[in-house]
């Protein structure tokens, strides 16, 4: 089945990096455009940015822009987010979601998360 | 930047509808997607593309639109529909969210 698997979350200083990465299983990777979304303890979703299924185009939000850098390994069925110059709050759970086919339609598939606690 | 407002909370007695509204500017060109969250758990398409229901999501679980102002309804309210509710859109080749619904079955 469809599966989404991300990782390398943990507790970083402000000011630092993080690398998340997210597996994915159960369908043609590199038919998809995927995101990466957090949600800081007790708020809402916030969307953080997607990558086209080719790898070419990318965007991401104003908060991460500059910071935050999505790449995908269609071999690997990888797709990550270097994140830097972490601020506390940037601390969250990140989900990454594959997009639905059909272009600006919706999110199908979510993983579990992976919680960033940024912190001294 | 765009955004989508939703209210806070709605609170609903078991069997009875519970709507929650999404409304954001020229709403009426962009496909509305709704997600559904539980406590501890990641969230799920329960609607897209304004009224669409991905497989396994109950009838009685209804998206529609009017204006600038999308709709989420819930027909016959159960304690299993309780949950934080997201609306989502695009602006662009963004992703926007309005800020959550929490759906209190009292």
């Known amino acids: 089945q469809v599966q989404l698997v991300e990782s390398g979350g943990g507790v970083v200083q402000p000011g630092g990096s993080l690398r998340l990465s997210c597996a994915a299983s159960?369908?043609?990777?590199?038919?998809?455009?995927l995101h990466w979304v957090r949600q800081a303890p007790g708020n809402g979703l916030e969307w953080v940015a997607l990558?086209?299924?080719?790898?070419?185009?990318?965007y991401y939000a104003d908060s991460v822009k500059g910071r935050f850098t999505i790449s995908r390994d269609n071999s690997k069925h990888t797709v990550s987010l270097e994140m830097g110059s972490l601020r506390a709050e940037d601390t969250a759970v990140y989900y990454c979601?594959?997009?639905?086919?059909?272009?600006?339609?919706?999110?199908?598939?979510w993983g579990q998360g992976t919680l960033v606690t940024v912190s001294s | 930047s765009y955004e989508l407002t939703q209210p806070p909370s709605v609170s609903v007695s078991p069997g009875q509808p519970a709507t929650i509204t999404c409304s954001g500017d020229?709403?009426?060109?962009?496909?509305i997607s709704w997600y559904q969250q539980k406590p501890g758990q990641s969230p799920m398409v329960i609607i897209y593309?304004?009224?669409k229901r991905p497989s396994g999501i109950p009838e009685r679980i209804s998206g529609s639109k009017s204006g600038n102002t999308a709709i989420l309804t819930i027909s016959g309210t159960q304690p299993m529909d309780e949950a934080d509710y997201y609306c989502?859109?695009?602006?662009?080749?963004?992703?926007?969210f309005g800020g959550g619904t929490k759906v209190t079955v009292l």
């Open positions: 979601a594959r997009n639905l086919p059909g272009g600006n339609v919706g999110l199908d598939c």
């Open positions: 159960g369908f043609t990777f590199s038919s998809y455009t």
């Open positions: 020229k709403l009426g060109g962009r496909y």
């Open positions: 990558i086209s299924y080719d790898g070419i185009n990318k």
């Open positions: 593309q304004d009224s």
């Open positions: 989502q859109a695009w602006d662009s080749s963004i992703v926007v």
